[in-house]
Every structure is written in structure tokens, then in C-alpha cells.
């Protein structure tokens, strides 16, 4: 139906830079809006970045600044992390939101996630 694939996660240094990518593939007719979340152990999932239909972004306050998102085309987001802190450390997850695909389905998929590991 769906497939959600993440990749880029790593370790870095404090002050480094990752970029992560989602390919979302399938028989997709529409993707309504794309974005990454992440979770930390022990903390509830939480908005990174989404990117909507018509190019409209929203970003949480503690990655303003510093983190990009990007559609790079109709199945595809990429999301640059400059300046990353030890905080940032968390598994992170590509979302396709409003999703219509097969022959008449609608919904959401997610990634399996990838790791983000930020220490010096």
C-alpha cells in the first residue's frame, strides 16, 4: 500500500549538522502535507516540522533557526539539522499526512523512524 522510509540518523557532535530524508512511495494519489517528529525515551512524540499543500511550513520553537524542511518533490522530504544540542537526541519520524492512495484510500502513514544521537 504505503512504505515510509527514513534515513540520515547518526552521531554527532554537539554543533554538527545531520540531514534527513523520507521517500514515501506506493500508489499514491495525493500527500496532503509531510513532516518530522521525534521522541526521546521516556517523552511523548512531538512536531519537528510539517510542510502542507500550497508550501506553508511550521516549525517547533526549539528548532527555529536551525532546522529546514524541505518537499523536495510530491513523495519526498528531506529535513537539514544545523547547530543540533544534546537535546535534539531522539528517534525521529517521517509523517504523510492525508494520504490518498490505491484506488480510493485515505490516511496517514508513518516511518519506522531513524536515530539521532547527538554527544560529544
Known amino acids: 500500500q504505503v512504505q515510509v522510509v527514513e534515513s540520515g540518523g547518526g552521531l554527532v557532535q554537539p554543533g554538527g549538522s545531520l540531514r534527513l530524508s523520507c521517500a514515501v512511495s506506493g500508489s499514491i494519489s495525493r500527500i496532503n502535507g509531510m513532516g518530522w517528529y521525534r521522541q526521546a525515551p521516556g517523552k511523548q512524540r512531538e512536531l519537528v516540522a510539517q510542510?502542507?499543500?500550497?508550501?506553508?511550513t511550521n516549525y517547533a520553537d526549539f528548532v527555529k533557526g536551525r532546522f529546514t524542511i524541505s518537499r523536495d518533490n510530491a513523495n519526498t522530504v528531506s529535513l537539514q539539522m544545523n547547530s543540533l544540542k544534546p537535546e535534539d537526541t531522539a528517534v525521529y519520524y517521517c509523517h504523510a499526512a492525508g494520504v490518498w492512495y490505491g484506488l480510493s484510500r485515505f490516511g496517514d502513514f508513518w516511518g519506522q523512524g531513524t536515530q539521532v544521537t547527538v554527544s560529544s
Open positions: 510542510v502542507l499543500r500550497g508550501g506553508s
